[in-house]
């Protein structure tokens, strides 16, 4: 079974070529069939491999699988070959899965599209790039899967072209994405230099052998590939392209900027961890960007009226999550949080595109209304993911997760009290903002009609991932509650466990009971502004000192003003300046000398003969002078 | 068939042009046909050399020598090596397909047209089939007159005073290197120009003269490459061209001047080269940065290419500098990159030139609706040139990177500033030109592609996605020759970077027990 492991990205990848290539003259039906198909292949036989790695596994707990030698230069031997072990199977099992239902939800949602094939061409050519990133056994491969999913992004992004605003947005992805991949480059360039490999076991192993901890070339690589992980998981200060990135269909903001492509740098770092447990600096920087991203963005979530954007705001905080807790050395727990959010963040998504389709692209929230009538089941499923996202405790997957994060935050040997406190009040922002969501959305008065419900293709997705947002918490349950806990110690043959204190269970009872009732309070909160008495969060932002708060964290922060004032202006500025290509100017200075002396000695040449024997005489008059007095 | 196969290389497009000759001016399809296939057949000869080529052997391959002028002994002497190779293929490919593109392009004097291309083809293989200085300096100088002419008559409005400025500042870089050749010649003897001996000679001169002799040679070389501060006749040349004439002289002549650094300033100055290596590569990291910014806010798309091109070769320049395999056998393989890409990207804006007659970014918007399948090649070949993984782009930018990073850091850290930059003004044209709303009439009633411009395409694609994904193909023919030069410079150079390397990092051994801190980590 492992043997076939190449066929799990080369499916998607094959399906993309016969859809480039013939998609146009396809029917729509084969071109989803096979779009959608091709996705699920690759999802029965990860399902197959993840089956058989459990309960067989291989010796050394991974398989590797060589295909041939991409480069080969002297010693640097970067080779298309895919590593499997816990922590790639993971990632693979929550590409294929969730991206084979996303696909079938796109079937239904994207079937009136004049761009049917190229949109299920872009998927697959994602979904392929995503594996070869996930499995890629050095770091060269992952680079290519790395820029890959962003090409995705960035096809995707703009995929309704004849907008220009939202080909703006794709390019904006692409550039600020690729600001943080050339820091990773260097990164790459840094390790081979040292280590003289980009295998990344090879890497793993030499690099605790040669480094010792605190080390400036393992921080110096560590700060590097954090560089790329910010810039593709858009955390600060690379976070801007997300929330524009929602002008592309839902079902990409699903399963790109939501379940998968944004996680690669909770990925990278863990796959890498060894080179952060080195460099302690770059640990504790990780888990700082964690802790700021998450609350940055859960307060500009607070104030968006654009469903997606409410959504992909959230989507920057809760990776804010997972990097806190990569930050404190919890890497199962971030791996932990990575898969239930990207059950409940897809799921919201998709709830969210479906909203969108019945009520005529409308995308703000303010004009919907009263949806839980029109579409229940819509609302059911979002109510579950809506529940999930903000930790709902004990029936939801979110809470698992981010209570684990929460409780290592602090208790973690690298946490501390800070940690643990952005994380509280994250938490609570998030019940705010996603309750707001709900409420707004779903209760009160109707101020739309739906025109039609989602059939079978969109339903049967959401209800499948809201099962999962409910259950896929119960593989890792806290002391508290028995201590079940089948997924960290599967990780356990890639990860390390967490050094910290071992308190004792009423300790992590007490931090759970603050952390529900901190929830509750989150939700009680958009309750009371939001459905009760909804004048008092317009008087609110009516206040002067409200509403200027509000325009801020409307905006995000002022980042976006803040590089355009700071960086693309002045580069626009200079280049427009020199358009004309200064350099050139010295040549045409030349060429003008040239010119100026043809002229003057043009003047000499007149046809007067008179002025020939002048000017005979007068040389001869100099030649003489110089001939008698030297 | 193997010591001739380089003459007959080299000079059936002369018997293309004699048999053009006896065509009759109003008979285009045969001028045409007659072309087509006389450089199609030269491009399945290069593929027989390719084919017959021993990859194992550093030296030259396929030689013939005949005295030609043996008073001064000068040589008729042609060979090829690892280094040569690719390039000879890359002319004859492009040269195959430059007369391709111009089938409905060209109306206007057709027979002179094909006539100045095949010549082109014939000067161009010469340069790099030369083993011997003079003959080598013939070609060279041939090479300049039938550009002279594309320009100077199939060209856009300010030909006259694109193609003077082309031959001025070639000229004036051939002419000191004419000085050179004839310093080393009488200089070593007055004997022989064989490249071989004098290199064998030159690296005995002491480094000042070596100085001057390299910046005579790498003058012109910079010039050709153009390395900035001399690249203002490229964007002039490459907008007034005809397109096949872009394309040849983006894609090979450019090309001639990085070969000719790494066929004769690199091996027979190499104290000279290693004093120059700062000055170099800091012109190459600017070149890179400045031809990024000065692309970003073109009107005229091909003069964004153009831009774009002096970016480009600033990295093969950067490559060569770091004196190491992944540097330089990165810098051989972007030329052909360069070579792909840029042409492609030539003929793609020569489509639409001819449809439209306009090549102004703002003319366009929105065209991905009515010429979707332009378009898309549009896409890859734009992509293949920002150096996306899985393009030829890729693999080149990344080696030379990586050669470049182990002798001087920050070199390739702002060289892969470039990178980013390249993705700003591409996409941005990109943009501008295919996304958006259909809002000018014109527009609406383009007419995609043809069969034939698409079989023009194709094989650019498949070269873009073959070097992408399995480049061995091209690199390994040229490993020995490569570690051969290498080889050979670093002996005349004090401070060697290769010699350091092996201490600088400890390999990675497999069979090496493991420790117990490491089996901690694992589990």
């Given amino acids: ?630 | 068939m193997d010591s001739s196969i380089l003459t007959i290389l080299t000079f059936l497009p002369i018997l293309g042009v004699i048999l053009i000759w006896l065509t009759g001016k109003e008979n285009h399809s045969m001028i045409k046909i007659i072309a087509w296939a006389v450089t199609f057949i030269d491009f399945v000869l290069s593929l027989y050399i390719y084919f017959n080529f021993d990859a194992a052997e550093s030296g030259f391959q396929f030689v013939y020598n005949v005295p030609w002028i043996s008073h001064f002994g000068i040589q008729y002497a042609v060979g090829i090596d690892g280094i040569s190779l690719w390039l000879v293929i890359l002319t004859t490919f492009l040269g195959w397909l430059a007369v391709w593109s111009s089938w409905t392009a060209v109306k206007d004097r057709l027979k002179g047209y094909m006539v100045s291309l095949l010549i082109l083809q014939t000067g161009m293989l010469g340069v790099f089939v030369s083993m011997d200085l003079f003959l080598f300096y013939v070609f060279w100088e041939v090479m300049l007159i039938p550009m002279y002419f594309l320009i100077g008559i199939w060209g856009g409005p300010r030909k006259i005073y694109a193609t003077i400025k082309f031959v001025l500042f070639t000229m004036l870089g051939s002419l000191l290197m004419l000085v050179a050749i004839l310093f080393i010649y009488f200089k070593s003897g007055g004997t022989t120009f064989s490249i071989l001996e004098l290199t064998r000679f030159c690296v005995t001169l002491p480094v000042s003269t070596q100085m001057w002799l390299f910046a005579a040679f790498g003058l012109a070389f910079a010039i050709k490459v153009p390395m900035f501060p001399f690249h203002t006749w490229l964007p002039d040349a490459h907008v007034q061209a005809p397109t096949a004439g872009s394309v040849i002289l983006a894609g090979v002549l450019l090309k001639m001047g990085t070969y000719g650094f790494l066929r004769f300033c690199i091996p027979m100055f190499p104290q000279a080269f290693e004093q120059f290596i700062p000055a170099i590569s800091v012109l190459a990291v600017i070149g890179i940065i400045y031809g990024a910014l000065v692309a970003m806010v073109q009107k005229d798309v091909k003069s964004l290419v153009a831009f774009s091109s002096v970016s480009h070769m600033g990295f093969i320049m950067l490559g060569l500098t770091a004196l190491n395999m992944q540097g330089m056998q990165g810098s051989i393989l972007q030329m052909l990159n360069h070579g792909i890409s840029t042409g492609a990207l030539f003929m793609i804006v020569g489509m639409i030139y001819e449809r439209r007659h306009t090549r102004m970014i703002a003319e366009f918007g929105g065209v991905f609706k009515s010429m979707p399948i332009w378009s898309t090649f549009f896409i890859i070949v734009a992509l293949s040139s920002i150096g996306l993984p899985f393009t030829n782009g890729f693999v080149g930018e990344f080696l030379i990177l990586t050669g470049t990073f182990g002798v001087a850091p920050v070199y390739a850290i702002l060289g892969a500033t470039g990178v980013i930059l390249a993705a700003c003004y591409m996409l941005w044209m990109i943009k501008r030109v295919l996304f958006g709303e259909l809002t000018k009439d014109e527009n609406k009633n383009l007419t995609d592609l043809k069969l034939f411009e698409k079989l023009v395409l194709v094989p650019f694609i498949i070269m873009i996605f073959w070097i992408g994904i399995y480049p061995s193909t091209f690199l390994n023919p040229m490993k020995t020759s490569v570690e051969k030069l290498i080889g050979d410079v670093t002996k005349y150079v004090k401070h060697t970077d290769i010699e350091n390397e092996a201490e600088a990092f400890i390999p990675y051994n497999p069979h090496e027990p493991q420790t117990e801190e490491h089996a901690d980590v694992r589990h």
């Fill in chain 1, 1 to 630: 079974m492992f043997n076939l492991l190449w066929l799990v990205p080369a499916i998607p990848y094959f399906s993309f070529v016969i859809l480039a290539v013939f998609g146009k003259r396809m029917p729509r039906s084969l071109s989803g069939l096979l779009g959608v198909g091709s996705v699920g292949i690759s999802a029965v036989i990860s399902v197959l491999i993840g089956i058989q790695f459990m309960s067989s596994p291989p010796a050394g707990d991974f398989f590797m699988q060589k295909l041939w030698t991409w480069m080969g230069v002297g010693n640097f031997q970067p080779e298309i070959a895919f590593h499997l072990d816990a922590l790639s199977l993971l990632m693979m099992l929550v590409v294929t899965v969730v991206g084979f239902l996303i696909h079938l939800y796109s079937w239904e949602f994207m079937e009136d599209d004049e761009g049917f094939s190229r949109f299920f061409a872009y998927m697959n050519l994602f979904v392929g790039s995503m594996l070869t990133l996930v499995l890629a056994n050095n770091l060269v491969l992952l680079y290519l899967g790395w820029e890959g999913v962003g090409l995705c992004s960035y096809l995707l992004i703009g995929f309704w072209y004849k907008d220009s605003e939202n080909g703006a947005a794709a390019r904006k992805a692409f550039i600020v994405t690729r600001v943080g991949d050339t820091a990773m480059a260097i990164g790459l360039f840094l390790l081979f230099w040292n280590l003289g490999t980009l295998d990344i076991q090879e890497i793993l192993n030499s690099a605790s052998m040669q480094w010792e901890t605190g080390s400036g070339l393992a921080l110096a690589v560590g700060l590097l590939l954090l560089g790329g992980a910010v810039g593709k998981s858009a955390q600060l200060p690379l976070q801007v392209w997300l929330p524009d990135a929602m002008a592309g269909p839902s079902p990409v903001s699903a399963l790109i900027h939501a379940a998968t492509m944004v996680t690669a740098g909770v990925y990278l770092i863990a796959r890498t961890h060894v080179i952060f447990d080195l460099a302690p600096i770059a640990q504790t920087v990780v888990a700082i960007v964690g802790a700021a991203t998450l609350l940055i963005a859960g307060f500009s979530a607070l104030k968006q009226h654009d469903i997606k954007r409410v959504l992909a705001y959230s989507t920057i905080s809760q990776i804010g999550y997972m990097f806190l807790a990569l930050g404190v050395g919890a890497y199962s727990a971030a791996m932990f949080h990575f898969m239930t959010h990207a059950f409940f963040k897809a799921l919201l998504f998709l709830g969210a595109g479906a909203l969108i389709m019945c009520l005529h692209h409308e995308h703000n929230m303010f004009k919907m209304g009263g949806m839980r009538k029109q579409l229940p089941l819509t609302f059911w499923t979002f109510l579950i993911g809506s529940g999930a996202l903000a930790a709902v405790p004990l029936i939801t997957a979110g809470f698992y997760s981010k209570d684990l994060i929460l409780w290592r935050a602090w208790t973690s040997d690298s946490g501390s009290p800070i940690l643990w406190l952005a994380g509280i009040v994250g938490a609570f922002i998030t019940a705010v903002y996603t309750f707001r969501m709900v409420f707004v959305t779903f209760f009160g008065k109707a101020k739309m009609q739906a025109n039609h419900r989602p059939g079978a293709r969109i339903s049967l997705p959401l209800v499948v991932l809201a099962v999962l947002a409910l259950i896929g918490g119960f593989v890792e349950m806290p002391h508290t509650l028995g201590h079940f806990a089948p997924f960290s110690k599967f990780m356990h043959s890639v990860l390390p466990e967490v050094h910290g204190a071992h308190l004792s269970i009423s300790i992590e009872l007490l931090f759970q009971i603050i952390a529900v009732v901190i929830t509750l309070t989150g939700i009680l909160t958009a309750y009371i502004f939001y459905y009760r008495k909804p004048e008092l969060a317009e008087n609110m932002a009516k206040s002067g000192f409200g509403s200027a708060l509000g325009r801020f964290f409307y905006s995000g922060w002022g980042f976006d003003w803040f590089y355009y004032k700071f960086i693309v202006g002045p580069f626009v500025w200079i280049a427009r300046v020199n358009k004309k290509d200064i350099i050139d100017f010295i040549y045409t200075i030349m060429a003008m000398i040239c010119q100026i002396f043809n002229f003057v000695f043009r003047q000499t040449q007149n046809g007067r003969i008179r002025f020939y024997a002048a000017g005979i005489a007068f040389g001869a008059v100099i030649i003489v002078a110089i001939v008698m007095f030297t």
